[in-house]
């Protein structure tokens, strides 16, 4: 392995704040002595080139800067190598780095963390549909919320979590049952009609909703999260507890942790790290520690690991 740092970056995640956050984040290791090799893609193509193009150089670290959609989408290049990554959150949701508690609001100090960090091995969710193979590192979401997703990715304001609130709120006015049939770790696949289901490698989406609380991205299991049928006025009812972490313990909400989950259900879209990942029938599960990830120091074994 080399000794150098790869940056990544994606100039036009968050709206375009990924550029500035490039510039924060390459400044910082460079002030601290580090030689840094720069590369930043115009396209998710392009990026996913650029990560494969970065890895064979051997960085001893790569540095992502962008949203959860930039890094999942070069996760295939990533998940082959023993590299460590370091992610510079400069997309709209951020989720991946609430989860591992990295700084968000300051490039310079995420970047750092090439220098300064302890690797934390974390799981690799992937959906298998008729879009072929797909890596996610946070939830994949199904019904009602992937509508949401869908919708969010289509606005264009406000900015930040306000979007996907707004994209909620449009699709309430649209809602509808899901007839979903579902089967986990390898039971009968049978009908479970709902609003949604969510399944999370860490425990929130857009932007902070915890809509599988309690959700670690380093236990080997995925959370499920099946919502009965609602109404529009129940399902507003439900969002302040969704919002809190609380919902888990609403008697149409029922949550399982398995390995494996197959979904199915007429025109059914996945959303996950804010991108379309998959559609029509799908099985979800894990790629248990398949990815190394620089975190904080604070509460970090001697040997890098939780």
Same mark, same amino acid.
């Given at each position: 392995?080399? !000794?150098?740092?790869?940056? $990544? &970056? ?28 720069? +590369?930043?893609?115009? &396209?998710?193509?392009?990026? /996913? ?16 800067? *962008?949203?959860?959609? !930039? ?12 590299? #460590? ?14 989860? $591992?508690?990295? #700084? ?28 072929? &193979?797909?890596?996610?590192? !946070? ?25 996907? +609130? ?5 699709? $309430? ?24 289901? /969510? ?5 929130? +989406?857009? *932007? ?20 009965? #049928?609602? !109404? ?35 025109? $059914?879209?996945? +959303?996950?790290? *804010? ?32």
């Amino acid at each position: 392995m080399g !000794t150098h740092i790869a940056v $990544l &970056s994606n100039p036009f995640a968050g709206k375009g704040r990924g550029d500035h956050a490039a510039e924060i984040a390459i400044a910082r290791l460079r002030h601290e002595g580090a030689e840094v090799r720069c +590369y930043a893609g115009t &396209s998710a193509v392009q990026t /996913a080139q650029l990560a494969a193009q970065a890895l064979r150089d051997d960085p001893a670290v790569l540095v992502v800067v *962008g949203g959860d959609g !930039t890094l999942s989408g070069i996760l295939p290049a990533v998940v082959a190598q023993p590299v #460590p990554v370091v992610l510079v959150a400069a997309g709209t949701g951020n989720d991946l780095a609430r989860a $591992l508690q990295l #700084p968000r609001d300051d490039p310079g100090e995420a970047a750092a963390l090439a220098l300064h960090g302890k690797p934390r091995v974390v799981d690799v969710g992937e959906v298998r549909s008729e879009l072929g &193979s797909r890596l996610f590192l !946070t939830v994949a979401a199904l019904g009602f919320d992937a509508k949401v997703s869908d919708r969010t990715n289509r606005l264009r304001w406000p900015r930040g979590v306000l979007r996907y +609130y707004l994209a909620l709120v449009i699709e $309430l006015f649209r809602l509808r049952p899901v007839a979903f049939q579902v089967s986990v770790d390898g039971e009968t696949l049978h009908d479970a009609p709902g609003t949604l289901i /969510a399944v999370g490698n860490t425990a929130s +989406y857009g *932007g902070g909703m915890p809509v599988c609380a309690g959700a670690a991205a380093d236990d080997g299991m995925l959370d499920i999260v099946h919502v009965q #049928p609602l !109404t529009r006025s129940r399902l507003i009812r439900l969002f302040p507890l969704l919002l809190q972490g609380r919902h888990l313990a609403r008697p149409e909400v029922s949550h399982r942790r398995a390995r494996h989950v197959q979904v199915a259900a007429p025109e $059914l879209v996945v +959303y996950a790290d *804010g991108e379309r990942v998959g559609t029509g029938p799908c099985t979800i599960e894990l790629r248990v520690g398949a990815l190394a990830v620089m975190v904080p120091g604070e509460g970090v074994g001697d040997d890098g690991f939780r």
